[in-house]
Each structure stands twice: as C-alpha cells, then as structure tokens.
C-alpha cells in the first residue's frame, strides 16, 4: 500500500493531509487487497470481458498458451500501474483517472491499450506463458503514457458511440443509463453473442470527435481504433 501512498504524501506535504487523501482512496482501493482477493478477481474478469469485446484473437491466443486469465496484468490493477511508469507519469496517469471520465472503470482500457501495443510481438513471436509474464513484467518505466491514455480514450469514445454493447461490457464501463442500447448477453459466454450488431461504421461514426480528457487539450483528429465487423480488432487505424 505504500506505492499508493507515495504520490499522494508527495504532493500534500503534509502527512496528515496525505493520511486523509490516503483514507479516502482505500475506500476504492481497498478490495485489492483483502485476504479473499475479491477486488482483484473482479477487474481480471472484467478486463478479459473487454478485451474479448475489443480483440478475440488475441484473448483465443492468450488462452492457448494458458494465460488467458490475464494474471500478467495483476500489477497493473492492484496498485494503478504505479510501478509501470515514472512518478511524474504516475501524477498525470492518476490524476485522468480520478476525474472519472471518460468512463467508469477506464483503467480497463488503460490495460487494453497497452495490451494492444504488444499484441503483435507476443503473437509473432509466439510467447508461451512464461514469455508473456517476461515480456509484460519487462515493460516497466518503458510505456508511453500520452499515447497509451489516448490509445484508452479513444476505445471508450468508440465504445459510447456504438449502437450496441453487450450488457456486461456497459455495465463495466458505466454505460448502463447511456443511449447505448444493451442486448441481453453475457460475453463472457459466447465470444460473438451481441457482437455482430456493433459495426465498423458504429465505431467510426465518432471519427470528428474532439478528444480532451486525457490529453488535457483538444485534439480534432484522435487516435481511432478500427473495428472488424464482429468488433474484434484493437488496431490503430
């Protein structure tokens, strides 16, 4: 818990103040951390319930060399990717985060966005289970954060604007009270269920969005992520 704590007496500079600052986010945080691992099992089952929505191939290869669980990316979601990235990252990587926006749970798509950028050299390279937990583990203080938090802020763009989401999907990020119309499905089950309803064209429909939130300007020609028909690519267009 001290790597979640570090920032915060950083920036108060005061240890009463960041004692309180720190009370309040283990409130949210706190689950991580309970001897039934509740928190943790959750947002795994919910990351992989993303990134099959997003990239089924991939989620299929990760399951073939048994890393489909995603346990590789348990760093990233028990204490917010704090030792991914240098500290002043972690400042503005926290801070986008804490705002709420874009979407509920969007350190989701934060791991997508990173899973996305190493999707090909893990599949070309063909890493087994041992590989991938090598190669994930190795790309501490090595991510970018601007183009990772655009990379996520673009998918969730994308994902509002869809015409349909699968149930589970909309309730993870927050959806459930958007426009978005939500196919009684769970994706978890069945890869394509409620997939083939979501277009390319429903994906790029936002194409004259501004993007603002993550990078803390407006951008009139955000990061796109093409969607096959079945919305089963997470490649930068």
């Known amino acids: ?129 041992n590989e991938i937990l090598k190669h994930i583990n190795e790309l501490s203080m090595k991510i970018d954060v601007e183009d990772v938090l655009c990379k996520a802020e673009a998918i969730s763009l994308q994902m509002v604007k869809c015409k349909e989401l699968p149930q589970a999907v909309c309730e993870i990020l927050g959806l459930q009270d958007s426009e978005v119309t939500t196919p009684d499905s769970d994706i978890g089950e069945e890869e394509n269920v409620g997939l083939t309803s979501c277009s390319t064209s429903a994906f790029q429909s936002n194409s004259s969005l501004p993007v603002f939130a993550a990078s803390g300007a407006r951008d009139d020609n955000p990061t796109q992520i093409a969607m096959s028909p079945n919305v089963s690519r997470l490649t930068p267009a």
């Open 1 to 129: 818990m001290s790597d979640l704590l570090s920032p915060l007496l950083y920036v108060m500079e005061n240890e009463v103040d960041a004692f309180w600052c720190f009370a309040s986010y283990m409130d949210q945080m706190h689950q991580n951390f309970e001897e039934q691992m509740q928190g943790m099992k959750t947002q795994l089952i919910q990351l992989s319930t993303l990134l099959r929505l997003l990239d089924s191939g991939f989620c299929s290869y990760l399951e073939s060399q048994d890393s489909g669980y995603l346990y590789f990316c348990f760093r990233w979601l028990l204490i917010r990717f704090k030792r991914e990235f240098s500290f002043l990252d972690i400042l503005r990587l926290w801070e986008v985060m804490w705002t709420g926006l874009p979407c509920k749970n969007f350190h989701l798509l934060l791991c997508c966005a990173v899973l996305e950028s190493e999707k090909q050299q893990i599949m070309e390279k063909h890493y087994g289970f």
